[in-house]
């Protein structure tokens, strides 16, 4: 990652070669390919990186103005900065965690009655917030800016990633700070990286974005991407699991190289494998007035006022034991290349309440590029 674009290319390139039926280096040496491959049911995931930091931005315009709406009304939806530059807050990166690592449901203070002092005990409100995150290249010096023209070449690739919210315990404590305990508790990354160059054959015009950036936020050309994603939910007692989100990667407003570009432009000083986030991608309301493109379940369900179905008789407001959620990006064109399509699928099983013993909640990822 820390060598930079010409490396990565370079790495690209010979994997590609590699791997070609073709090729006969692997093709035609079995003991070779012994020692090379790994069977994917032994295969151990781990972090792709050494994540020294880690920010999440929140950059869909549709999931701040339905957020914004929630707890500050419709004529206060977004903040007078959110169309004025990238919003982030500095999440835990000692808490971000590769695919299968269990995690505990989390406990803390909620107020669940606004008449009542607060309360202490498990999150009954548990949500996914389905996000995309790109990993930083090489990095920069303390003090010197990342200009958004060089940004491209410090944006590696890009990973699902889960960003686990507690609501009941995140609504109580944001103000006046941002997320703390209802958010510092897990952040689940896929192992696989797509590396940006992969990603180029599905980039997009960006977002109108009016009023106009300043300066250091303006560039040209096009980085949003078309990337379909999918979150679905599966109870104990379902047979299949049922598709509550169908959203896209194209519907952000703040593209990467923006949020990179302020990130650094205060001189913070970016390092190879810090993390950045995008935040919760969430879509517009269609025509129908479904709201099938909103990334969480606290959207979905409109803050608990109203139930997800799941069909059969089958209903949710927030993740339940037992629950498994998967996540998947797909992108593809109509076109042959070589390499035209790339699907990543996270799969989230919540399995037994956080006062029993063991407890947990696992993350699985896998990643297949064609």
């Known amino acids: 990652?820390?060598?930079?674009?010409?490396?990565?290319?370079?790495?690209?390139?010979?994997?590609?070669?590699?791997?070609?039926?073709?090729?006969?280096?692997?093709?035609?040496?079995?003991?070779?390919?012994?020692?090379?491959?790994?069977?994917?049911?032994?295969?151990?995931?781990?972090?792709?990186?050494e994540i020294g930091d880690y920010t999440d931005f929140y950059s869909s315009?549709?999931?701040?103005?339905?957020?914004?709406?929630?707890f500050r009304g419709k004529e206060n939806a977004l903040m007078p900065n959110w169309l004025r530059l990238p919003v982030g807050y500095h999440g835990r990166a000692s808490s971000v965690v590769v695919s299968g690592t269990p995690l505990r449901r989390p406990q803390g203070q909620?107020?669940?009655?606004?008449?009542?002092?607060?309360?202490?005990g498990q999150c009954k409100q548990l949500d996914i917030e389905l996000e995309m995150a790109f990993l930083v290249g090489p990095g920069n010096k303390l003090g010197e800016p990342i200009p958004i023209d060089k940004a491209h070449e410090h944006i590696f690739g890009m990973v699902l990633m889960n960003d686990w919210s507690a609501r009941d315990i995140q609504a109580w404590e944001y103000v006046p700070l941002g997320p703390f305990l209802g958010k510092n508790f897990g952040t689940t990354i896929s192992p696989w990286v797509v590396p940006m160059e992969a990603?180029?054959?599905?980039?997009?015009?960006?977002?109108?974005?009016d009023p106009k950036p300043l300066p250091y936020l303006c560039h040209e050309d096009p980085y949003t991407f078309d990337i379909n994603l999918f979150v679905s939910v599966k109870g104990k007692a379902m047979e299949e699991a049922a598709t509550i989100s169908k959203s896209n990667f194209k519907y952000m407003y703040w593209t990467m190289k923006q949020q990179l570009a302020h990130h650094s432009v205060n001189g913070c000083n970016l390092r190879p494998g810090d993390l950045l986030a995008s935040g919760t991608i969430s879509g517009p309301l269609f025509f129908s007035q479904d709201p099938e493109s909103f990334g969480s379940m606290l959207e979905l369900s409109w803050r608990g006022t109203k139930t997800i179905d799941l069909?059969?008789?089958?209903?949710?407001?927030?993740?339940?034991?037992?629950?498994?959620?998967?996540?998947?990006?797909?992108?593809?064109?109509?076109?042959?290349?070589?390499?035209?399509?790339?699907?990543?699928?996270?799969t989230v099983s919540i399995l037994t309440p956080a006062q029993k013993k063991n407890e947990s909640i696992k993350f699985y990822t896998c990643c297949t590029i064609m």
């Open 311 to 346: 069909g059969n008789g089958e209903t949710r407001k927030f993740l339940e034991d037992g629950d498994e959620v998967y996540l998947t990006g797909m992108l593809y064109k109509a076109v042959v290349l070589p390499v035209a399509q790339h699907v990543m699928t996270i």
């Open 1 to 49: 990652m820390a060598l930079g674009p010409a490396a990565w290319q370079e790495a690209r390139r010979v994997l590609q070669k590699l791997l070609s039926a073709n090729e006969a280096t692997l093709r035609d040496d079995v003991s070779l390919r012994s020692r090379a491959f790994v069977h994917q049911s032994l295969a151990e995931m781990h972090l792709p990186a």
């Open 199 to 209: 990603l180029m054959p599905f980039v997009l015009p960006n977002a109108v974005q």
């Open 61 to 70: 315009r549709d999931h701040a103005t339905n957020v914004g709406i929630m």
């Open 110 to 120: 909620m107020r669940p009655d606004p008449t009542q002092p607060p309360v202490f």
